[in-house]
């Protein structure tokens, strides 16, 4: 997700510099070179089994190893494991194909986040202009902060939604404010106008923030459940660069912004439409009662041999924990679900205050002290950068797993603000500086985008349980929200008053808290089925 920040003030709105964008699982700014002064339907194509079957030593919570007792018989699970070394023989694995249509519509609405937030960076100094209020960094900082306030809303209130409508309605019902801010903002003869636009975009993009990470890790087959589920992050990327490629044209056309807003409405009619002919998920349609359009599903996206052994499992799960459909609120202060909700939470209070949109903020003034003066140029270079990260989040996540991703990722982005504190604070030549920082800068972005962004929003409903997984995914999003608020608010105020190389020593140190606490709490879910993972985590589903 993409944010910019703008001169710090007391107040709430003083996030006015962040062109903020988020995936699902982060917060991206783009670079400016103007910041404020201080001295970021379905293919029914059947395919065989290709779920693996899960280690004794499933390790919970960081606590004792504990191993997942059978679910399903042992004949059916010969008979996936014969199933996948068959389609392994078969050399071309497109065992991802028939669900991946599905999910692809369904990352549109992490396109429209990035475009939304892209699209604000470039037009926002011909906007104040044309509507009155340039110069006043409150104002500016209000056009942002409203946007994250309808997130922080539209978030909340997901997760009740998606109980009752189910995933493919309430993303086409989310598509309304989407687009009905859209045309708002592009229509804005006044501020108010423009500030109601935006709030409700941000009530369609905070909904589909939680949304987007469960429908995928529900339809998505076990085995390529990471791999689709980083869509989110390249949807958010393409999103925003397709948003900087048309902010081009705004150089020579002060009322370009208008045409981009209402391009942006367009996004929306797509997703609207093509949700219409994406598949429910069958999670949901089983806890609904209706288990013959579960049936289909399953047998459509993860192959007829997969359809009775899922149905059990679902089944099972289900008569010992109840579905989402009766929870309540007050269930997250229960155990398991308080623990997941406590790892979701702190997930992204990690992420977001080991200071990604803050370094990214920031890395507009490395790049123009290093001679880059192009905006946007330099925010190409952010661009690429995160999309070669998500690309690469794409294949390691199935491969190499969640959880070494994130300690990794964290790692990295230890490493890179230490690098960047060190050419600051060491008298060396200011070329040689100048490249370790952007070095830095580069590095720190890429190691961010490989993991700490979209696993981030991957795992949280991998540990959920079927009964609190919108709820959980709606809170954690909330906190996430929140935390991105605060530190627009004071990052600039604590660049002022401390400098950079404390700040970003801080982050160093954030990031290498959150590789604890991933070694700590977070249990690799690569290659097992959400209901595997609930039953080892859950005693009552056993």
Request: include cysteine; charged fraction near 15%.
């Amino acid at each position: 997700m993409w944010s910019t920040p703008t001169t710090a003030t007391a107040t709430a709105t003083a996030a006015v510099c962040y062109r903020r964008l988020t995936p699902l699982s982060g917060i991206y700014t783009i670079p400016t070179l103007n910041p404020a002064p201080y001295t970021k339907h379905s293919l029914h194509r059947p395919f065989r089994s290709l779920t693996c079957s899960p280690p004794a030593d499933f390790k919970a919570y960081g606590a004792k190893k504990s191993e997942i007792p059978e679910v399903i018989d042992s004949n059916s699970e010969d008979k996936r494991l014969a199933s996948e070394e068959e389609n392994d023989d078969q050399g071309v694995d497109v065992g991802w194909l028939p669900a991946f249509p599905h999910t692809l519509v369904a990352s549109m609405s992490n396109f429209l986040f990035g475009f939304h937030i892209g699209v604000m960076n470039g037009p926002i100094v011909s906007i104040a202009k044309e509507l009155g209020f340039e110069g006043n960094s409150i104002l500016e900082g209000l056009v942002v902060s409203i946007f994250i306030a309808g997130a922080f809303l539209g978030s909340a209130g997901a997760g009740y939604m998606v109980d009752r409508l189910g995933f493919r309605r309430t993303l086409q019902v989310d598509t309304i404010p989407l687009i009905l801010g859209a045309v708002l903002s592009a229509q804005a003869h006044s501020l108010d106008q423009l500030l109601w636009g935006r709030f409700f975009v941000g009530l369609g993009i905070g909904a589909n923030a939680v949304l987007v990470p469960i429908y995928i890790s529900e339809v998505a087959p076990t085995k390529y459940r990471g791999s689709l589920g980083s869509l989110c992050q390249i949807g958010t990327c393409t999103g925003i660069i397709a948003s900087l490629f048309l902010g081009i044209f705004s150089e020579n056309d002060p009322h370009w912004w208008r045409t981009m807003l209402y391009i942006a409405s367009v996004p929306g009619f797509i997703l609207a439409l093509g949700m219409q002919f994406a598949v429910e998920s069958p999670r949901w349609l089983c806890k609904a009662g209706k288990l013959d359009d579960a049936r289909e599903v399953i047998s459509n996206l993860w192959g007829p041999s997969e359809v009775e052994r899922s149905i059990e499992e679902f089944q099972s799960v289900l008569n010992n924990d109840g579905g989402d459909l009766d929870s309540s609120w007050s269930e997250l202060l229960e155990e398991p679900h308080s623990r997941v909700a406590f790892i979701g939470g702190t997930l992204f209070v990690l992420q977001q205050f080991a200071g990604i949109n803050a370094v990214l903020y920031f890395s507009s003034l490395t790049f123009k002290d290093a001679g880059i003066t192009n905006g946007a140029l330099a925010s190409l270079y952010v661009g690429i950068t995160n999309f070669a990260g998500a690309l690469c989040a794409s294949y390691l996540v199935d491969t190499q797993g969640r959880q070494k991703l994130m300690i990794g990722s964290y790692l990295g982005m230890a490493v890179s603000m230490f690098l960047v504190v060190s050419a600051i604070s060491f008298p060396i030549d200011e070329e040689l500086r100048n490249n370790l920082s952007i070095f830095g800068t580069i590095l720190y972005i890429l190691t961010y985008a490989i993991g700490a962004g979209p696993v981030t929003g991957l795992i949280i409903p991998e540990l959920s349980s079927s009964r609190t997984r919108g709820k959980i995914m709606s809170f954690s999003f909330s906190v996430h929200w929140v935390c991105n608020f605060l530190v627009g608010l004071f990052f600039l105020e604590l660049m002022k008053n401390f400098g950079v190389a404390p700040v970003y020593a801080s982050f160093g140190v954030v990031s290498l808290l959150a590789a604890l606490f991933s070694l700590s709490f977070l249990v690799e879910t690569k290659g097992r089925s959400l209901e595997e993972i609930e039953v080892s985590l859950n005693p009552k589903a056993r």
